[in-house]
């Protein structure tokens, strides 16, 4: 036998690394004041960063007004039970003009459920089915018979709708 031992026994780096996966290092920031977990809070009095929370009865002194405690609040420098409000995020409102151009190019990019379910539909609309078979015509051949206005150039099937 060689100087080095074999050990079968073990558990093998693969199986290890197949079983834990370890996840990023939680961050916060002033603009999203939050961890990602309920055992984290947001120490943004400096620098943003993310802490353990305080268990109850736990030295919370300086934390006041911050989620410091888990399930509590901060009290006098001690963590207490209560619910601390969600952390305040403001709303901002977008400019008329440009919510009113949102709207204009989501309106512009709706679902218009106008096509030619058959091939030969140009065809036989020029031909006149659109008066002679209409029921069928008017369900497998909408765009051709002008029961609806497509979104695409219905003589050559090429989409025309400008998309963003």
Same mark, same amino acid.
């Given at each position: +036998? #060689? *100087?080095?031992?074999? &050990?079968?026994? #073990?558990?093998?780096n693969l199986y290890?690394?197949? +079983? @834990?996966?370890y996840a990023p290092r939680p961050g916060c920031s002033f603009e999203i004041p939050t961890c990602g977990s309920p055992y984290l809070f947001c *120490?943004?009095?400096i620098?943003?960063? $993310?802490?353990?929370k305080i268990k109850f009865g736990g030295? $919370?002194?300086? /934390?006041?007004?911050? &989620?410091a405690c888990f399930n509590g609040i901060c009290v006098a420098g001690r963590c207490i039970s209560g619910i601390m409000p969600p952390p305040f995020v403001p709303q901002t409102e977008l400019p008329s003009t440009l919510r009113g151009e949102i709207t204009r190019? @989501?309106?512009?990019?709706? /679902?218009? &459920? $106008? /096509?030619?379910? +058959?091939?030969? $539909?140009?065809?036989?609309?020029?031909d006149g089915d659109c008066h002679t078979n209409k029921s069928p015509m008017v369900k497998f051949c909408a765009a051709a018979c002008g029961k609806c206005r497509p979104s695409f150039n219905v003589s050559d099937g090429i989409e025309f709708l400008k998309l963003f």
């Open positions: +036998m #060689s *100087d080095t031992a074999i &050990d079968n026994t #073990s558990l093998s290890t690394e197949q +079983m @834990y996966r *120490d943004a009095r620098s943003p960063h $993310c802490v353990s030295v $919370c002194t300086g /934390f006041e007004g911050l &989620d190019q @989501y309106a512009s990019r709706q /679902f218009t &459920d $106008c /096509f030619n379910r +058959m091939p030969c $539909c140009e065809q036989w609309a020029k």
